[in-house]
């Protein structure tokens, strides 16, 4: 839009100034904390794959051996074994499991060594991430990159061959981004499922076998279509670190992958969770991943219309988050949603207010902008014609990934053809008008612009409580989606361990330099092992 | 009297369609179509759209006349019957029925991680204008949110010595919120408790008839609101008073 709201710039500052604080204060907590799965996630980079006899995964197994020495992290003892006993990672990690190795402190006069050798490993495991990343390029430059906004759908069958199959028709119909949502509860599980699976409920359970398949069904229809299509699923919940780690390898191009959805949504432990996304995000930020942030879930529990500011305060602070973790701007999904109620005189006005806002507050970033469901009727008519309206808030405001709604949202995970039915709304939409916004300017002062200031205002007020707070606090008080959370609740949180002056992990400085496309933007990651307010 | 639907005409039968069959489009697709439809029953079928939307998937958009009626007098079902009172009444009836408080504990239980369902019933500001039950001055009403074991839940209703227990399944798929719900109600027999409490479940696919089916004092489905809810708790407990 050539003349686009006239925002108070001062307020833009100070909402920045407010999450950069917020993070810095929560990345003291992050730099001086390890967690079993980000331990699990270091094995799983030092190669350790598979399960034991009773389908543990091996890296659940080591770790759980290394607990007593998780304060140094569990890479020195490993690595140390590693070197006395001449084996690779997956013999070592079968020998701790099997009783034939142990686990132990490395005596000082190996540590040079083991640190030497821990770093070239930390190198080969980050250069496997860098080829795949290599080969999405020429899969995109070979096959064609779609327009914008991507077009988005889920399947959710919760067999991994079904789902490849819709997919697949869904790519046809063209969605340019297919997510394969998880089975129900899968993000409280403390390890990730091995092999491929054809049972889930609600979902299929995501793992680095069922990634590799979808990965497959997705290249082969992306050449016949002529567009790269894109694979999406969720690195969140407990295994966070560890699911990002598996879509790094198996070439998926977007993770949702919030700095707080699993506290506030699924009772993770806040501790746990701020420790977990950090690196999580280090290898999405690696790997060329697009992270999707998940502030729509807000206001599926709390008012669209009233707390809409919520969405954009936490907007900035995920996208804080985020910059500490090496993500560049482009690879920021910022969250936010089209959910206001229709009764609502004037509905669509402010959700284009709103959508509007985000654009303008991220220019640089991929707004990922979430359909209508909490109001979505059984009329299924009736709902096609408001994922219309979401349709053109999204084009007419410039989004970059538009999560289609279902016309049967309020009846069942989609069939085949609502996918196509929904495709068909979208690209007619978008296709239609595709250029309306660089046609129109809004008017000063009216309606929009004054809800969009008003908003902002709002979001600058709660980022400076929850500055002065802490965020931990503002957890504890509800202040998102209306949901209270303990930071010594929730579950996970005896995986959090304090690290040691001598924890020792070459993988966060490996994936933190030398990125593929040029030197960090974000403000250096903390090495303080101080407590900040909010960890306390 | 029977009824058939009405398109513009009285008992023209018609009836709309959408489905999907698993066939690539060829050139006798529309056949395949119609003759499925006539198979079923149906006459005077018009195929609208007729679209090959994958190498091996056909859908259709249809029209088609029945000559199948209904007469609405001979269905008859266990219907939940509840006069809806306002949020007023409501509470002026548990205060002079009950004389305190009427206790509500409430959750989306086992692996279901939705709370949208208990949080429209019971959270403070509730759904479509109604307030939720946390709102009623005469209730004591817990949101105890989702994945909660049968086995807390109980717990905690006894804790709090509940009126009633509210249970919320949005996920159904491969049923798997009828094993939750049987689930529940054979912890609550198991320690012979089941008779304490009004149990109440609501979701997408639930119903009053398939809630008593399973033993649930009343079941709500998609679109009720937190005035049903509360209309129903507080005129079972009254009637249970009248029967102690």
Redesign the interface.
Known sequence: MTDAFHLDEALVTRARTAAESIADDIQQHIDAHTTDSTERATLRLLGVVGVNEIDVPLVNVVVEHAHPLLGGGVTAPFVDLMLQTGQGAQEVAEGVAGGALALAPVPTERRVGVEKRAAELAREGVAAIDAVRRRREELVATSGEPLRPYVYVIVAT?DIHEDVLQA??AA??GADVVAVIRT??Q??LDYVPYGLTT????GTYATQENFRLMREGLDEVGAEVGRYIRLCNYASGLCMPEIAYMGSIERLDMMLNDCMYGIIF??INMRRTFVDQYLARLLNARAGIIINTGEDNYL????AFSKGYTVIASDFINEAFALRANLEKWQMGIGHAFEIDPATPDQVVYQIADAQLVRQLFPEASPKYMPPT?YMP?DIFQGHVIDAMFNFTGIFTGQDVMLLGMLTE??H?P???DR?ASIRNAKYIFEACRHLRDEVTFKPGGIMETRANDVLAKAVDQLEEVEDMGLFEALSRGEFA?VVRDPDGGRGAEGVFGRDDDYFNPFFAELREGRMSGPPTGPPPGNSVAQGKGAS | MIVRPYGDTRDDGVIQF???LPVGYSVKAPDIGKQFLEKLGFHSVAIGECTG???S?T?YVAYARTDVGIDPDEVKGDYLEVEVMDYYAINALIEKRLGRKLVVVGAAIE???H??GI?AIM?M?GFAGNYGLERYPQMDALNM?S?IPCEQLLRTALERNADAILVSQI?T??N?HVQNLTKLIELLEAEGVRERFVLVVGG?RINNAFAKELGYDAGFG??STPLEVASFLAQEIARRADEA
């Not at chain 1, 599926?300 to 008012?303: I, L, R, V």
């Open positions: 919760g697949k028709a046809r119909a129900t509860a993000s409280l049972e889930g409920f609600g699924r009772n599926t529990t709390a008012d909490k059984g309020a009846l995970t069939l085949l053809q196509y209306d | 959408s489905f999907t939307i994958d190498p998937f859908f692996s279901d991680a709370t949208v949080d959270n500001k949110g994945q996920v798929q491969k798997i997408p998609p679109r």
